[in-house]
């Protein structure tokens, strides 16, 4: 997918004054957060469940190519085939190579973000293919010739009457505003036809089992288990952190996974795949193929980021993302929004086409209080803006203002003694306008500094509370 990453602040602005942006993500919103709250509250000790997680993650990341050779090992014992696309090119041309020796027509796709990732659509449909997406979302956008914008709800963005639109466009039905019920039977009937003409399914895994080369797949539509056993070849498509040891870590995975995705308690179909149909069983496909993608992760594994690599893709960060929540995820202009976007898109795509991603974020912290497996996402970010400062990629007033406050906060005597200076000389109230940072003070005042500094209120208060003690 081409990116759009380095306009975020326009995309933002234009997203701030889209109406029927603005009334879907109202219409999202609450949903996600509070069923997300009710799952928790629901489970025992959710607490101790994110740790194991963490830990999880954490051990299998630190033993990433025993846990990958033993992967590929028990998938190919079952008769699959393993491949390994060092980056998104190889990937497309590992996923056509597949269809062409399949002689393929026609191929169903179960949602994957890393097939958004790798642009696996545009590369078959130009090799004469046709592509079907079978997530309902995934369907929505496909014809709406738009990329996803948010990592478990593609179509977000649409509101009801969009869909009912875009449905009578291509399926000739009433351009009348439908209930919700009667556009998911329309779409079913439309892809029921597709789903038994295709040659080649092409899923997801949301985690590959090291011990018994299973992958796991989390539907809540059911699609995912048609496109794995009605065409003649599957072929599962996941990055390699993917990864976990054994079928009780997947177990654990899973129960993070749904409670902080949906808010469930177990999603509607849980999968577990384990290669082609045997000569005893009635279902599933001739072939089998697992495509496992580095495309940078193996990098990220040796640097400040590998923390990332622990991301299960719940899309909770997403939820609870006030910036997120204001401008959707197609001002973020890649295929990873909000702040897991923030921190992975500038790892693949790299920093200087993505300067503005860190900086959309106010470092409020939620994110990683909600996370499931206990990424530190506002500490990545500050990471990557020192890295932006690093590298000169911040220029201007921003650069000169950042260099000063640097060369300040390093002499904490010349520090406090100059801000309590401009605190004690300073006018009161607000400015309507700041000489370098313009762009702050156009839409909002800017709060002048109270008549002390923070350091001397606090310890003052510590003083007096200690005197009634
Ligand atoms: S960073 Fe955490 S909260 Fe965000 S999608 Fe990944 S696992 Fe979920």
């Not at 489970?43 to 033993?70: C, M, N, Q, S, W």
């Not at 597709?194 to 089992?209: E, P, Q, R, S, Y």
């Not at 309507?432 to 002048?448: A, E, I, K, N, Y």
Request: charged share 25%; with cysteine; hydrophobic share 40%.
């Amino acid at each position: 997918m081409k990116s759009t990453a380095h306009l975020f602040p326009e995309q933002a602005r234009a997203a701030l004054t889209d109406e029927n942006l603005q009334a879907a993500l109202r219409f999202a919103k609450g949903g996600f957060i509070d069923k997300r709250a009710a799952a928790v509250a629901r489970y025992p000790d959710f607490e101790t469940l994110r740790e194991r997680g963490r830990r999880i993650k954490d051990h299998t990341l630190a033993h990433l190519d025993v846990y990958l050779e033993r992967f590929a090992a028990a998938v190919e014992a079952r008769g699959g085939h393993v491949h390994w696309a060092p980056d998104a090119a190889a990937a497309r041309s590992i996923l056509l190579d597949i269809c062409r020796r399949a002689g393929a027509r026609t191929v169903i796709k179960g949602k994957t973000m890393v097939g958004e990732e790798i642009g696996v659509n545009a590369a078959l449909e130009e090799a004469g293919l046709e592509v079907v997406e079978t997530d309902l979302g995934e369907y929505i956008i496909q014809l709406a010739k738009e990329p996803p914008s948010h990592i478990i709800a593609p179509a977000v963005h649409k509101t009801r009457a969009q869909i009912c639109k875009l449905f009578a466009e291509h399926h000739g039905s009433p351009d009348t505003l439908r209930e919700a019920p009667e556009l998911v039977a329309e779409a079913r009937r439309v892809l029921r036809e597709k789903f038994l003409a295709a040659d080649v399914g092409i899923t997801g895994g949301n985690f590959l089992v090291a011990e018994t080369g299973t992958v796991v797949l989390v539907t809540n539509e059911g699609n995912g288990d048609l496109c794995l056993t009605l065409p003649r070849v599957h072929v599962v498509l996941a990055g390699i952190e993917k990864l976990v040891p054994t079928l009780d870590d997947a177990a654990t995975m899973v129960r993070l996974l749904v409670r902080s995705a949906t808010g469930q308690d177990i999603s509607t179909y849980t999968t577990f795949i384990t290669g082609a149909r045997r000569q005893d069983e009635a279902d599933g496909p001739d072939e089998y193929h697992m495509v496992l993608l580095d495309n940078g992760r193996s990098r990220m594994l040796g640097d400040e980021f590998r923390e990332m690599l622990r991301c299960i893709r719940c899309g909770s960060c997403l939820n609870h993302c006030p910036v997120y929540n204001a401008v959707g995820g197609h001002a973020y202009g890649w295929v990873y929004p909000g702040p897991m976007g923030s921190v992975l898109t500038p790892q693949i795509i790299g920093l200087d086409a993505t300067k503005d991603l860190p900086n959309a974020c106010t470092l409020n912290g939620r994110c990683q209080e909600i996370c499931p497996v206990k990424i530190p996402l506002p500490d990545l970010l500050r990471r990557l803006r020192a890295l932006q400062f690093e590298r000169g990629l911040i220029r201007g007033p921003q650069c000169w203002a950042l260099r000063l406050w640097g060369w300040l906060a390093r002499r904490p005597a010349l520090y406090h003694g100059l801000t309590a200076l401009i605190a004690r000389l300073s006018p009161r109230g607000a400015a309507r306008r700041l000489p370098l940072d313009s762009g702050w003070t156009q839409s909002r005042d800017f709060p002048l500094p109270q008549r002390t500094t923070f350091q001397r209120a606090w310890s003052r208060q510590a003083k007096e509370e200690r005197r009634h003690d």
